[in-house]
């Protein structure tokens, strides 16, 4: 079995997955619908365009840094200044890291793998106001989806993991196999993206705990609110 792992880190990054009118919330981790959608946009599939084998792809993300929900509110007027949109509001996970992982068939993955280093479309973390921090791909391995964000080194920053123990608890979300016990059903399993008739349907998820070391950083010196220190090094 391969699955590629996937690092999503940057200043803000937003995930919803049943925002509706004035109010666009974010979840907790990245929604397999976002993900997918990122994936998409590597390849330089179009909204319009069936997803086809992207559809298959287990998929699993390991909370490194969960960040801090952050409330922002837009509103807007008319260009002679009569009329004034409603207020939005807008949430998103500051400071935020995570550790995404699909898994399927090799040859796929190595290509999606290719796609996100030469992406088609812009990638962004959720919305196209939030982009990534460094690269995302973090190479196709030939192992199991668990045992991969288990055994990954943890992908927190450096000011981050200075403050936490020598041994950390991280929470993994991933997709509920037939015969498992299902924690939670979440609204974002894509079916389409296409802006005339987007569909998802719901997933089954399981959520669980790994312990994971945390190798503190040797530099004392890095800057906490450096915006590189979300790479881990």
């Known amino acids: 079995m391969s699955v590629l792992l996937l690092r999503l880190a940057g200043p803000l990054q ?10 666009r919330g974010t979840e907790v981790a990245p929604t397999k619908s976002g993900v997918i959608g990122l994936l998409a946009a590597a390849k330089g599939v ?9 559809l298959g792809l287990e998929f699993g993300v390991r909370l490194d840094q969960p960040g801090q929900i952050l409330r922002d509110f837009q509103t807007a007027r008319s260009l ?4 004034s949109a409603p207020l939005t509001y807008r949430f998103y996970l500051s400071d935020a890291a995570f550790l995404a992982a699909v898994s399927g068939e090799s040859e796929l993955l190595h290509g999606l793998a290719e796609a996100l280093s030469r992406p088609q479309f812009p990638l962004y973390l959720g919305r196209r106001s939030c982009p990534p921090v460094g690269p995302i791909s973090l190479g196709v391995h030939e192992e199991t989806l668990d045992s991969a964000l288990a055994s990954w080194p943890w992908l927190a920053a450096d000011w981050y993991r200075r403050k936490a123990a020598p041994t950390v608890r991280l929470e993994i979300i991933r997709d509920a196999r037939p015969g498992e016990p299902v924690t939670d059903t979440v609204p974002d399993e894509p079916v389409s993206f296409d802006p005339a008739h987007r569909q998802h349907t719901w997933r089954s998820v399981l959520r669980r705990h790994v312990d994971v070391t945390n190798e503190r950083a040797d530099r004392a010196d890095v800057a906490d609110h450096d915006p590189l220190s979300l790479l881990g090094g």
């Open 80 to 83: 002679d200044g009569r009329l």
């Open 46 to 54: 179009r909204r319009t365009e069936p997803l086809t084998d992207l």
């Open 14 to 23: 937003s995930w919803g997955s049943s925002s509706r009118f004035a109010r």
